[in-house]
């Protein structure tokens, strides 16, 4: 068997994205209409912890973990270096997003 060499953290990575996946399919079986500013621009997915880069853009924090990995330090959208100190959660859309998310559940 041709296994291809996976090391631990991207097995997390893929786990974990896959879960907000879940999450994101079951709450558009109760809710299509998810907003737009909740849905991360490169992965499309429900985002549950966002992250605002330099260049103003928002993405889930899984999704710039796999940017970092696979990139490093580069800004996808403006495809320049940052450090850790550049990039800030964004509190307020993640609270709005988990009072959507509890609202959705009812």
Do not use: H
């Given at each position: 068997?041709?296994?291809?060499?996976?090391d631990?953290?991207?097995?997390?990575t893929?786990a974990s994205l896959?879960?907000q996946?879940?999450?994101?399919?079951?709450?558009?079986?109760v809710?299509?209409?998810i907003?737009?500013?909740?849905?991360?621009?490169l992965?499309?997915?429900l985002?549950?912890?966002p992250?605002?880069l330099?260049?103003?853009?928002?993405?889930d924090?899984k999704t710039?973990?796999e940017?970092?990995?696979?990139?490093g330090?580069i800004?996808p959208?403006s495809?320049?270096n940052?450090?850790?100190?550049?990039?800030r959660?964004?509190l307020?859309?993640?609270?709005r997003?988990?009072?959507?998310?509890i609202?959705?559940?009812?």
């Open positions: 068997q041709n296994k291809l060499p996976c631990e953290s991207l097995k997390y893929f896959a879960n996946i879940k999450e994101t399919e079951q709450l558009l079986l809710d299509n209409n907003p737009d500013e909740f849905v991360d621009s992965t499309c997915i985002m549950t912890n992250i605002i330099p260049s103003g853009n928002i993405i924090k710039l973990e940017c970092i990995r696979r990139d330090y800004d959208f495809r320049t940052f450090t850790e100190s550049e990039i959660e964004d307020e859309l993640k609270s997003i988990n009072q959507w998310i609202s959705r559940r009812k």
